[in-house]
T-cell receptor
């Protein structure tokens, strides 16, 4: 069964500090891995998409890494800001010949940044 | 601006009533999706559509119905057969077969009284 596990479930950090969120997956065949940011009560917004051959991808203060051998990804947030308070969702894509890219969502990590 | 519009943002329903959630996109995307989000759980796929007049059941389709009469529109009906409909519903779209970026709407929160 395709699964995506994220850790920790929740995290509190002080403004200006760095943090790293983890994502482990058991998805096959792997197509790509995505990280989304979801503010409370809003729709998710894409941060990065990484294919099998990509190890690292950055989007401003967000840097995602991917180790396809160990099936692990991480999202590193640098110099956190209050606006980073949100849920971060890891999504792994499997390609199906009939259905196209089918996504498996992790449960998310809820990050709170305090002043 | 291009994007996905969901309405209503909040909806209250009495038990036994059907309700329809609207989803419209002007991104010219072929594929559209409906997801359900419950607290602490990952998004679960209800229905998806790759082209007009065609749609497929997702993992939790029971108690829901959809239509795709126009490329821009993919409404979701939550029927009285859905046992636990209170949830946050998200509509999304992407290029054909989800090959590209997945864009989400702002969501609709349904509460059954």
């Amino acid at each position: 069964k395709n699964q995506v596990e994220q850790s920790p479930q929740s995290l509190i950090i002080l403004e200006g500090k760095n943090c790293t969120l983890q994502c482990n997956y058991t998805v096959s065949p792997f197509s790509n891995l995505r990280w989304y940011k979801q503010d409370t009560g809003r729709g998710p917004v894409s941060l990065t998409i990484m294919t099998f051959s990509e190890n690292t991808k950055s989007n401003g203060r967000y840097t995602a890494t991917l180790d396809a051998d160990t099936k692990q990804s991480s999202l590193h947030i640098t110099a956190s800001q209050l606006s980073d308070s949100a849920s971060y969702i890891c999504v792994v894509s499997v390609y199906d010949n009939n259905a196209g890219n089918m996504l498996t969502f992790g449960g998310g990590t809820r990050l709170m940044v305090k002043p | 601006d291009g994007g996905i519009t969901q309405s209503p943002k909040y909806l209250f329903r009495k038990e036994g009533q059907n309700v329809t959630l609207s989803c419209e996109q002007n991104l010219n995307h072929d594929a559209m999706y409906w997801y359900r989000q419950d607290p602490g759980q990952g998004l679960r796929l209800i229905y998806y559509s790759q082209i007009v007049n065609d749609f497929q059941k997702g993992d939790i389709a029971e108690g829901y119905s959809v239509s795709r009469e126009k490329k821009e529109s993919f409404p979701l009906t939550v029927t009285s057969a859905q046992k636990n409909p209170t949830a946050f519903y998200l509509c999304a779209s992407s290029t054909y077969q989800g090959a590209g970026e997945l864009f989400f709407g702002e969501g609709s929160r349904l509460t059954v009284l």
